[in-house]
């Protein structure tokens, strides 16, 4: 491990806001594709199901 | 609304998606496809007169100075053929310092001074831990690049 | 190779189950590669002598970017193919893959816009290397809007894919802009010709997660054109 404490990995030596600012986005933006993807299917499952 | 009147948005989206994207490219041909000069070209007159254009190069060595009122700052841009002395006020970026990338948006006055509204700093695709790059300069050491 | 077994998935119907049995695998790959790659970027990758810890941008930035480019180009060869052969599948193959590309896009623009300003000075400047990207931007939402317009589907497809094969001469003006053109943008740190100019656990989490954003944009392009075929053909995309 790199980080002396906790407080210095989110500070990322003071470019926290840019650091984090930018995985933040990018997880918000994949996990609510995939989700939205994902739900879409589910629910395509389900009125298949009801179908069959 | 009427599905022809959506359809027409639509389109009428693309189109102003696609209309922007020509238009950007447009005007890169026009006046930005050089985004900076270097100072030989800016030495050469190769540069604008009379309107703002941006300088790059190296920030020379020794050659970062403040003024007595704190807030304005002179160095000079280097290519190693060429040099252009810069006068600036305003803050500088983190990565600015003396033997790396620089590029300055402004003026060239008739003293020979560029007169900087904008300077940013242009770092190199070099990525390293401070280890390696102590050890690379010191393997570089007497040697001139 | 035969012809048979390179034609077997070529219609929506014998597409449609395949690529929801592959759906599962591909996530669960990104999944662990995105987990690895992110401890490595954080907990193994040192510090930059030069920017310091804004340069971990780049395990998303030089991913998202890749494949912004690479996404286009797929789609392109699809939406080509589907020109070319007429095949249903091929359009929508191309309409499955554009939405992902354009988040990668913007995700290539909006963390180098982050790292820009601590770095250079700036969010953004108009040099070739983000004005080619931003460009990329816009194609990929030309051509979610113009499909969107067309109701009908083929029509869409073939509309679309003009547009993206057009756009596709994009592709090496983004890559070659920093070399073309006196860029703020640096040049590459990772070439096919050339060494990387990058210390190697570096270089590790960045491929790691190129590897894992591949691998989440084949999960969503399968997804996606299930659903695509769930509304254009709702008999091929019943299970038996």
């Known amino acids: 491990m790199q980080w002396g404490s906790w407080a210095e990995f989110w500070a990322m030596g003071g470019y926290g806001l840019y650091v984090w600012g930018s995985f933040a986005v990018t997880l918000v933006c994949m996990a609510g594709e995939m989700t939205s993807l994902v739900l879409n299917e589910r629910a395509a499952q389900t009125r298949n199901g009801e179908q069959a | 609304m009427k599905p022809r009147h959506k359809r027409f948005i639509a389109i009428a989206a693309a189109l102003l998606a696609l209309g922007g994207a020509v238009a950007l490219v447009l005007n890169a041909f026009q006046s930005n496809l050089v985004f900076f000069f270097t100072p030989s070209q800016v030495a050469s007159k190769e540069a604008p007169v009379g309107r703002s254009f941006r300088i790059g190069g190296l920030v020379q060595n020794d050659s970062v100075a403040r003024d007595k009122d704190g807030v304005t700052v002179r160095f000079a841009v280097t290519d190693t053929a060429h040099t252009i002395p810069v006068v600036y006020r305003g803050i500088l970026p983190d990565l600015f310092s003396e033997g790396k990338g620089v590029v300055a948006q402004g003026r060239l006055e008739a003293d020979g001074i560029f007169r900087a509204e904008q300077v940013l700093a242009k770092h190199d695709e070099n990525y390293m831990p401070p280890e390696a790059a102590e050890a690379l300069e010191k393997a570089h050491g007497g040697k001139k690049k | ?240």
Do not use: C
């Not at chain 3, 219609?11 to 990104?30: E, K």
């Not at chain 3, 941008?57 to 970017?65: G, L, R, Y």
């Open chain 3, 1 to 240: 190779m035969s012809a048979i077994n390179w034609f077997k998935y070529s219609s929506p119907h014998s597409f449609y189950p395949l690529a929801g049995r592959m759906v599962p695998w591909f996530l669960g790959a990104a999944a662990l590669f995105g987990i690895t790659g992110l401890y490595v970027a954080f907990f193994v990758a040192p510090t930059d002598f030069q920017q310091g810890e804004s340069y971990r941008i780049i395990f998303i930035h030089v991913p998202a970017a890749w494949m912004s480019m690479f996404i286009y180009l797929v789609m392109a060869g699809w939406a080509g193919a589907g020109l070319v052969f007429n095949t249903r599948l091929s359009g929508m193959m191309a309409r499955a893959l554009a939405p992902t590309g354009a988040m990668f896009t913007f995700l290539a623009l909006w963390t180098g816009a982050l790292w820009g300003k601590p770095t250079w000075g700036t969010w953004w400047v108009w040099d070739a290397r983000l004005t080619s990207e931003l460009i990329l931007l816009f194609l990929y939402i030309g051509f979610l809007s113009l499909t969107a317009a067309i109701e009908d589907d083929r029509r869409a497809d073939r509309a679309g894919a003009v547009l993206a094969l057009v756009g596709v001469v994009n592709i090496p003006i983004i890559y070659f802009s920093v070399v073309w053109w006196n860029t703020l943008h640096q040049g590459a740190s990772v070439s096919l010709k050339s060494a990387p100019k990058m210390a190697t656990t570096m270089l590790l989490g960045m491929l790691l997660l190129a590897v894992a954003f591949w691998l989440y944009s084949l999960a969503a392009a399968m997804l996606r054109v299930r659903s695509i075929i769930r509304e254009r053909e709702p008999r091929a995309a019943a299970e038996d």
